[in-house]
């Protein structure tokens, strides 16, 4: 079974893949991972990764499709979670050719429904929680950071929810719900 996530950040889409990694024996493709990988793999796609990181600049969608090519080549366990990909209408595109050209199909998309405000509560909630366990809050975890990149899902992921809705793919939870009926509301879907 292969499934996207999507929302915005901060909606629980890497909390909610970490359990059906766990429960599914799914992989979770999560491109920020991939990519932190591939730079120190040492692999052709590796080395490609690197030089385009190690410059500051952002890797082309031609550079994650081929990470993903190579995920989708190796063992497939419970099938794969689209973690943070696609995120444009040509991503989606790219990939939906690329599942077909490996004999791959997509199950569901999942958007996790969330209201703004909320989130930002949710977002600066995790940062001082991780503060006062000793940790330290992620960078981009306060209200500015988490605004400039609500910003840009709204103009640049939020389409796909319309792409998927008219191919039919497409089913709403409310990611607001508690981690364990967000899970359940996944398990539906996914029967």
Same mark, same amino acid.
């Given at each position: 079974?292969?499934?996207?996530?999507?929302?915005?950040?901060?909606?629980?889409?890497?909390?909610?893949?970490?359990?059906?990694?766990?429960?599914?024996?799914?992989?979770?493709?999560?491109?920020?991972?991939?990519?932190?990988?591939?730079?120190?793999?040492?692999?052709?796609?590796?080395?490609?990764?690197?030089?385009?990181?190690?410059?500051?600049?952002?890797?082309?969608?031609?550079?994650?499709?081929?990470?993903?090519?190579?995920?989708?080549?190796?063992?497939?366990?419970?099938?794969?979670?689209?973690?943070?990909?696609?995120?444009?209408?040509? =991503?989606?595109?790219?990939?939906?050719?690329?599942?077909?050209?490996?004999?791959?199909?997509?199950?569901?998309?999942?958007?996790?429904?969330?209201?703004?405000?909320?989130?930002?509560?949710?977002?600066?909630?995790?940062?001082?929680?991780?503060?006062?366990?000793?940790?330290?809050?992620?960078?981009?975890?306060?209200?500015?950071?988490?605004?400039?990149?609500?910003?840009?899902?709204?103009? =640049?992921?939020?389409?796909?929810?319309?792409?998927?809705?008219?191919?039919?793919?497409?089913?709403?939870?409310?990611?607001?719900?508690?981690?364990?009926?967000?899970?359940?509301?996944?398990?539906?879907?996914?029967?």
């Amino acid at each position: 079974m292969n499934i996207i996530l999507l929302g915005p950040p901060g909606a629980g889409k890497g909390t909610q893949a970490g359990r059906l990694v766990e429960k599914r024996d799914m992989i979770q493709l999560s491109t920020g991972d991939m990519l932190r990988a591939a730079k120190t793999s040492g692999t052709e796609m590796g080395k490609k990764v690197a030089a385009v990181m190690d410059r500051g600049e952002l890797v082309t969608d031609e550079i994650v499709i081929g990470l993903i090519r190579e995920q989708l080549e190796g063992d497939k366990k419970g099938g794969f979670i689209f973690d943070g990909f696609p995120r444009t209408l040509a =991503q989606a595109d790219a990939l939906a050719a690329l599942l077909e050209e490996c004999g791959e199909t997509l199950d569901a998309v999942i958007e996790m429904q969330v209201d703004d405000e909320v989130l930002v509560d949710r977002i600066v909630g995790r940062a001082k929680e991780a503060v006062a366990a000793g940790g330290t809050a992620r960078a981009d975890d306060n209200e500015e950071s988490l605004k400039v990149r609500l910003m840009a899902y709204y103009k =640049q992921t939020s389409p796909l929810i319309g792409y998927y809705h008219a191919k039919g793919d497409l089913s709403s939870i409310d990611g607001l719900a508690s981690m364990d009926e967000v899970e359940a509301s996944i398990a539906g879907v996914l029967g």
